[in-house]
Each structure stands twice: as structure tokens, then as C-alpha cells.
């Protein structure tokens, strides 16, 4: 479904992709892991075209990204959980799953997803009038994944969905991304939480420093010497 | 009993019509610069383009006089949307000054460009309308119809705001606006639909100036400052905020020039205005220092 | 470098000896007259502190010095006086709060634009003494061919109000200079920088605000004292108010504002664009009264569009001249 070639970014003189290539075929769930500043979050904004690329080409099921502008990239079946949540801190819960409904095509389907992220999330459906600037850390991750739902997309992009929340709260989320995995959606997870997402993907790319530095299915990638000597402290 | 000075109620009434005309016009100016951080000094200019739109349509090409302001508001919210496309669009990412200064610019050449049109004698729009009494206060039937409209016209704007889709993008944009392209949304079209309504409202504004007061180019200046004023008062950017600064600041104006000359009410109101900033300087509603 | 500029400077002391006539000299006047005023508001500006107001220092210098002469027969050289302390107190009124509470960029920009208003509501309110929007004239002292009155600041020669204004613009660059080289202006740009960093290490940001503003007002009044005894006319719109505070910030935007001689420049452009309208135009300019303005308007937008530093700053980048800007992070 999403093919990455040879792709480079950055931010202006500073170059923090280097010919990265990847793909997640459709149905699957995919992890990139690797260290901070490793690139993982660049990766999915070049995604997402909230910065260009260099060089390399992004297709999304065969279709090219290179032309299409930033806000044009969730019609073609992407959408993004940024990292920090990033909800409209004064908006309702429900006003944030309207923002993530905003494309035409999607508010015919505003009602029928609404209940959907509710039944996925029923404390959201609790809080749906509270500002989401209120809520808990993981609460706020919840709605946040609620919101890109809302756009009905086929690829579904987390960047860091662990960051900053607490282990029992990354762990009912990891439970909830299984959930997600699990109705269909196609899922690109970029994390540094590396034995919570290898738990949840079907496989994952390790990237350091801009680069692909190996891949593999998750049990692979568990048991090789090389992640769990750097990352798993094994 | 000797306090009590039916005089002195109808300048307070007065003083509340006068506030809801204002706190439409702060809503403009907040809305400006709360979705798009960027203040147009030309505000009140707009305005004053707006009275003579009106005036243009009806009183020189005779459309009926609901069809011209009509027309009025369509005028101004185009100038809206053309001023943030050409002229707020090249310096939106420069020093806040420069816009500033660039809307600073459109001050003059609005103002200059209403004299080449329209000259520099007063014009009115001819509308003759009993006042209407109660007891012993008269209220002009102008300004009561300005106040309902001004209240209307808040009303419909909160409306827009909270339950289109369009108008929650507005509102989300001025909390994140860069993750708006993660939403579908184009920020250049919700800054230019925004500007268009900030654009529609100093229109409407126009509209019930115009039907109190005479036009000329420099009218601007007599409340273009009240209303930044009434804005900062509220805390910049805060519609609320405004719309209570609004009548605040009405009464200030509206009581002090019932004891004193007029001017000498905005005076007050300026005064007022000052003790504000001492105790609290980001406006009474307003939130974290821009 | 120096030999050229005092070249120049004795070239232009000397041009009431080139007997260009009146109306030339009149004009060569304005243009210093303006370029003191320019220079006098660029002071604060180019510290980040862009007041929209400087209009209220202006006509209180102007209406103080002339309201008290005409109603109590108070010598000018006093009244300049009591105006500069009337501007002091209403800048320290209106700065110390902005300051001290870091009011800065728009909300600064929108209380000095609204007290450069109230000051002209003030002088039209008072209507009975000022003469309201008619404007007022000082009571002349000069009387059956007198030409000069020293102590009523009266003089009707042209040429000794050259030398007056002139030594007044030498002064404000001066000042600028004397600025831009102290403590002050370094702990400023500071400020403008990263406020908080500055606080940090000890710069006293409200004391620093204060004293430049301070400056800029007591020159800006003694700026409309000169206005008021040269032109012998004046009125609320043109000394005080949005348009001239508007009009100075224009000119000092178009000249350049962080180079010395940028507001020259600017006060120079702007006064023969009015000028070289009205000779372009001649009559028809009476057909299309505010075309001066209008061009005004349409200049600063594409100014600050395209050319930000103004004239001045503009062509010393091209000639690679040094930085003439503090660099600031990009938004």
C-alpha cells in the first residue's frame, strides 16, 4: 500500500533522512523503531508532506505523493496521529473528531465514526463535551487516535503514541493499536518504546541515524543480538 | 427620590445600544487576531468603506436600502479576503511589526482612496427615522435597530463558529495551526475565509454606523481607536473578551458624556483604559502574554 | 569617508547663501524639520519599540508652547519646557505599565496609537482654547518690522530658522549615534531579542525601555515646538494623532530605520513625493485631493512587501555595507 524509494529530507541544511526505502503491504501493522533522533519522526511528517522531500519518491497504492499538497494527503487514505497528541487543547473531544472528519467525504460518515471511536473508546464517549486540553495523557492519546479515525483512512500513521504517557497507560494503548490492527486498518507505528511495539507489529525497520539499518518480522527482530544488546538492555 | 435622573437612565440605556454596536465591531478585530494573529489597523477604515458602499448603492444608485447594505457587507468581505491574499500573505511569516505597518499603509491609501471617490464633504444616507420614546427618554430608532442587529449578528457569527465545520476550523487553527494539512484543511483558505468574515462583520458594522451617523474619509479615526482599545481592554484576540470590554467601555463613554463634552467621555474611557493596563495588562479576559 | 560628510555638511550649511528663494528654502526647512522629527521617533523604533503615538509628544510640545504664550503670555522658551515635562509625564504614565508588564509588539502598537488619539480629542475637547479643529497661531511678537523677537522665539527670516532646525537634526543624529554606541542599546537589542535572557543577567529591561523613550519623547516635543514657531499655524490633525504618528512611522520604515541617516532619507522622499505630485499634477491635483496619500498608502504596503529595510538600508545591503540589522529568529 505505502511505498517509500530512495527517500531523502530534511530541514533546510540539516539532512536527517538518507535514502530511506520501506514498504507496508495492505492489512499489515509496521513499526519503525530506533533511538531518539534517529530520524522516525522526520519520516512521518515527509509522509504526510509537512516537509518535502529531497530525493526519493513516497507512493501510496501505486500512486505517487510527489504533487500532492500537505492538506490534500488524508484524501488519499493517510492519516497522521502527530507526536504529543497535538489536540485542539480548546475544542471538545467531539469538536476534535470533527476537525479529523473535516474532508468532505468524511462528514456524510461523521455520525456513523463518531460511534465507532466511541465504542473503540468509551470514555471518550463519556467525555465527548469536556475540553481535551483537560484530559489525562492518555486520555488525550485516545482521542487523538479517535480523531485520525474519523477520515475513514486506510493507513493509519502513529508517531511516538508512547511518549511521555506512563507504562500502564502505553501498555492499554499498545492494547488498543492491537485492537485497531485487528478491525483492518493498515498501521505505520514510529516508536522508541521498542519491546511494547515489537509486541503489537507484525514486523518493524530499525533506523539509526537516517538510515535502515535492518528489518524483520517482530519475533526476528526480538530475538536478534543487535536489539537487544543497544535497546533492550539484554 | 433626588439620585435617580431619568436623564441619566437613558444615557446608561444609550450607553448599553451603543455597547452592542461596539462589541460588534471588536468581534472583527478579535477575530482577526485571534485565528490569524495579525491586527488590522486598518479596521475601522474598512468600516468606513463599508458606509460609503452603502451609501454608493442607495443613495447614488438607488437600490433599496436593505439590497445595498447587502451589498455593503459582500464589498467589504471581498476587500477582506483580497487584503489577506496581497497584502498580509508576503510579510505573514516577517516581524509582527510589518504587518503592522502594512496594514498601517492601507490605512492611508483606504482613507485617500474615499476622498478621490467620494470627496471630502460629509454625506449621509438620508434615512429619516422617528425616535422613539419611553416615558420621558427617547432613544433614536436607529440605534436601537443597530443594536439589534449588532446582537444578531454576534449571535449568528457564534453560531458559525461552533457548529459549521468550516468555523471550528477557524477556531482550530488559531490553538495548532500546524497540524491543520493532518486535518484536510488548506491554512491559506481558512486565513482567507476568516478574513472574509472579518471582512463581512466591519461591513455590517458599516451599516449601522451609517444609518446614525454622516460619512466622510476620516471617520475612521473617531472609532478605529475605541475599538483597539476596547480589543486590548478584553484581552487582544479574545472574542469575549471584547464583547465585554465593548460595553464597559459604552458606558464609560456614554455616562461620561452625558456629565461632561463627549470627547471628554472618551477621555474617561481612555483613562479607564490606562488604570487597566497598570492592574492587569494583558486585558481583564485576556490569557498569556502574545 | 569623514572629509566627504563634512564636504557635504558645509555644502548644506551654506544653502541659504545659494538664495534658491523662498518657497526652495521653505521646503529645504521641512525636509530637516522632519528629518529631526523621524530621527527623533527612530530612536525607540529601532529597539523594538515601535510606537504608533509619537503624534501626543508632538502636538503637546506644539499646543503647550502656543496655548501658553497666546492665554498667559508665557515665554516660549518655558513653554518648550512645559511641554517636554507634560510629554515625560504622559510617557512614563504610558511606558512604565507597557514595560514593566511587557506589553510589547501589538498591544504596544495599539495603546500608542490610541494615545496619540485622546491627545488630539484632548486639543479639539478644549476647543475653547485651543480653537478646536480650526487650529491655532501664536500671538505674533513681531511687530512694525521687527523681524526677529528672540524671546518670543519669533523670527521671519527663513534663514535663521535654517540654522535653528538644522543644528536641531544635527543634534538628533547626535543622539542616535550616541545611542547606538551605549550600554543601552546593546542591552536592548537584547531585549528585543529574548527578553527574559536579558532580565537574566542583570539588564534592568524596564529602566533601559524608559530612558529611550524618555529621549525620544523630549525630543519629539521639542520637535513640535519648532513646528509651531516656524510654520506659525497648527492644528490637531497635522501635529498630533494616527496620521503624522502613522506618517513618521512611514517615513522612517521607508528611509531605513537601523541605519543613522535612514530617517533623513525617509523625511527627504517623503516630502518630494508630496511635492513632485503636486508639480506632476498641477491643477488636476486639486481634482484629486489625497492622490499623495493614496501613493502613501500603496508605498508602505510594497515597502514593507519588498524592500523592509527601506531605501537607505536597501542600498548599503547592495553595496555591502555593514549589517545593518540585529539578526532575530526567524518566526
Known sequence: ?????????GYGSFQALFGISLEVKAGESVAVIGPNGAGKTTLLRAISKLIELTAGEVTMEGRSLRRVAPHEVIARGISQVPENRRLFPRLTVEENLKMGAFLP??????AQRREFVYALFPRMGERRAQ???TLSGGE??????GRALMSGPKLLLLDEPSAGLAPVIVQSIMQMVKRICAEGYTVLIVEQNIRQVLKVVDRAYLLETGRIKSSGSSAELLASDEIRKAYLGI | MEIFDVFLLEAVLNGILLGGLLALLSLGLNLIFGVIDVVWICYAEMIMIGMYAVYALHVQQHWPLVAAMAGGIAIVALLGALMHQFVIRPVLAAEPINQLLV?????FFLQAAATLAFGIEFKNLGVRMAPIAYGEMSFSAPRLIAFAVAVAGVAATYVFLTRTYVGTAIRAISQDRQIMPLMGVNPDRIFTITSALGGALAGLGGCLLVLQYDIHPAIGLSFGPITFLICVLGGLGNMLGGLVAAFIFAQFISVGGFFFHIEWGYVIAFVFFIAVMFWRPQGILGGKQR | MKALALLALAALAAVPLYGIGNYPLHLVIMCLLWAYVYTSWSIMGRLGMVSFGHGAFLGIGAYA??????????SPWLGALAGVLA???????IGFPCFRFKIVGHYFALVTLALSEVTRLIIVALRDQTGGSLGATPNTALAQGNTWSFAALQFSDKTVWFYIILAFWLAALWVWV???????RLALEAISQEEDAAASIGINVTKSKLFVTLISAVMMSLGGVLYAQYQTYINPETVSGIGVSLQMVFGVIAGGMFVMLGPTVGAVFTLLLAEGLRLALGDAFKQFPALDLAIYGLMLVLFIIYMPKGILGAALEAWGGRGTRPASAPR
Open chain 1, 1 to 9: 500500500m505505502l511505498a517509500l524509494t530512495d527517500v531523502c529530507a
Open chain 1, 105 to 110: 467525504a468524511a462528514r456524510n460518515q461523521f
Open chain 1, 131 to 133: 475540553l481535551a486540553g
Open chain 1, 140 to 145: 488525550q492519546q485516545m482521542c487523538a487516535i
Open chain 2, 103 to 107: 496594514t498601517g499603509g492601507m490605512l
Open chain 3, 65 to 74: 508652547v502656543v496655548m501658553l504664550w497666546n492665554h498667559f503670555g508665557v
Open chain 3, 87 to 93: 510629554s515625560v509625564a504622559v510617557a512614563l504614565v
Open chain 3, 178 to 184: 550616541r545611542v547606538d554606541r551605549s550600554m543601552t
